[in-house]
């Protein structure tokens, strides 16, 4: 067995939304599944991603109406993604360098096949005692 993988830790179960869903509708979405984050669709294709600081920050701070507003229009992007087979350390160095605590999964096809999250790093960290 080798170095572990993105593939090996990421959360398979990736809840995504449509460009044009209004953000109350996302909101009720992300507090129904108990998730931090959704990854939004544009077209069927990843384009970007709505965080609980993308509401906090974009949103709430501006008094933004949550019924009106589009979620496309306050997503976090450009999309950082990476492949299945990236390293554990090359997908830390990303998230430390860009400053994100996500990043979504793709196939060679540009499909989403999980998200790989801070908490899956620490978990990944506690399961594996190699250094990588």
Do not use: W
Not at 3 to 24: G, H, I, L
């Amino acid at each position: 067995m080798g170095y572990p993988t993105v593939k090996d830790v990421m959360t398979k179960n990736v809840v995504t939304v449509s460009f044009e869903e209004s953000v109350e509708n996302v909101c009720k979405v992300m507090g129904e599944k108990h998730i931090g984050s959704v990854v939004v669709l544009r077209e069927g294709k990843p384009a970007g991603i709505f965080t609980e600081r993308d509401l906090l920050s974009k949103i709430i701070l501006k008094n933004v109406d949550l019924k009106k507003a589009k979620v496309g229009e306050y997503m976090s992007q450009p999309l950082v993604t990476v492949k299945p087979g990236t390293s554990l350390r090359e997908a830390a160095r990303i998230m430390a360098q860009l400053h994100v605590r996500r990043l979504p999964v793709v196939d060679e096809n540009g499909k989403i096949v999980g998200i790989f999250t801070s908490a899956d790093l620490s978990a990944a960290l506690a399961k594996y005692t190699l250094s990588f």
